[in-house]
Every structure is written in structure tokens, then in C-alpha cells.
């Protein structure tokens, strides 16, 4: 693979001050990363001051929020400070491997892609066994999407997903919480001048009781998003 550093991965957070570092590292050791743009979101678990008070590596910049805003509104933030030519999002937790930016990254290096999405529905890696209702929900989710934007994604509400620089600069984001997952992927799904591709990644998804956050009632959200953008902007 090309090692030049074309990647700008960013990173929200809000209260993950268990994870937060190691994901960061991880991160950083991928050869092609040019910068990680951490957002936190107005942490209140003791994340705001481990990120204040740890010494990073030079390619590690960090944004906070006063209050918590959102994933919507801390992507925002990010988005609006990346370099590289290529952006990625990077959940704070563990339950995505940033090695997977390795393969998610060719299609794009090699010209042949403009977004690349890493499903954790298409098989093929280790998977944690998902919570029902979460999969059902999210096979909802995707059906629909691909009903409504004659599209073929398995997974929509994956958090992995990579893009060119000047695609995420052209969409202009109006969601602050969750809903900008849905948001994006209609955005995207929408311009049918963008060549998606998807890829199968790896899970490692958390229960309730070791951190999640994402409820059954984000999905009303992501429904009425979905709908809601297919006829505006």
C-alpha cells in the first residue's frame, strides 16, 4: 500500500475515558494516518481532563465542547478542522478496529471510489452476536434506505465510513445527536454522481451495561431522517 499520510480521522467522544486513549493509539499506528481530530463532546465522566492533561503525538488535535451537543454537532466540529485528503469516522469506543481503515482505504487510493462504507452485516469477520432488536431495527433501517434511495448498502448505520475530502465538504450537516448517521448516509446515497462502495468489517459491539449508548428509540429519529431527506436538503 501507498504509506503517504492521506488520512484524517475523527474521533467524537463523550464519556469514554476508559477507551478513549487506547483507541487513539491504535490509531496512530497506521502508517497513512496524517492527523486524528478528536471532538469531545462535553465529556463528563473525567474524559475532558484525561484528553487535557495527556501528552499526545504531534498528528493528535483536540476540539471541546462545552456542553454536549451531539455526535452531529461534534462530527460537524471535526469535519470543519480535517486536512487530509481522505476522512474517516472513528467511533471513542472499541467496538470498531481501526485496522479495518486498511482495506476500507484502497478502493478510494485506487481511484475507483469515492465513499466506502464497513459493514458489519455482510459476513465474513468476527462479529459480536448482535442484540436482536438493535439488528432488526437496523435491517429496517437499511431496507428502507435502499428502498428510498435505490441503493444497495447492508448496513446504514454503521459507523464506519470514509470519504473523499471534498464529498463531506459539499454536504452540509443539520443533525446534532445520532441522527447524523442516517443524515450522511442519505446525503450520500442521494448523489448519485458518488461512487459507493462497501466493505465487511469487523464488530465488536458493547451491551448496555459496558457503555452503549444507542437506544430502540434512536430509530424513530433515523426513520423519520431517512424520509425526511429524500425530499429536502
Known sequence: MNTEKVLSVVIPVYD?????????????????????????DGSKDGTTELLREAAFDGRVRIFFHDRNRGKGAALRTGFGHVTGEIVAVQDADLEYDPNEFAEMIKPILEGVADVVYG????????????????KLGNGFLTFLTDLLYNTTLSDMETCYKMFRKNIIETIRI????????????????????????????????????????????????????????????
Open 119 to 134: 459493514s458489519r452485516l455482510s459476513g465474513g469477520k468476527p462479529q459480536r452476536v448482535h442484540l436482536f432488536w438493535h
Open 16 to 40: 469514554e475515558k476508559e477507551t478513549i486513549l487506547r483507541i487513539i493509539d491504535k490509531v496512530l499506528q497506521l502508517d497513512f494516518v496524517k492527523e486524528i481530530i478528536v471532538v469531545d
Open 174 to 233: 443539520r443533525s446534532d445527536g445520532f441522527s447524523v448517521e442516517p443524515e450522511l448516509t442519505a446525503k450520500i446515497c442521494k448523489n448519485k454522481q458518488w461512487r459507493v462502495y462497501e466493505l465487511p468489517i469487523s464488530y465488536y459491539g458493547r451491551g448496555y451495561a459496558e457503555g452503549k449508548k444507542i437506544s430502540w428509540k434512536h430509530g424513530f429519529s433515523a426513520l423519520w431522517t431517512l424520509l425526511k431527506y429524500r425530499f429536502t436538503d
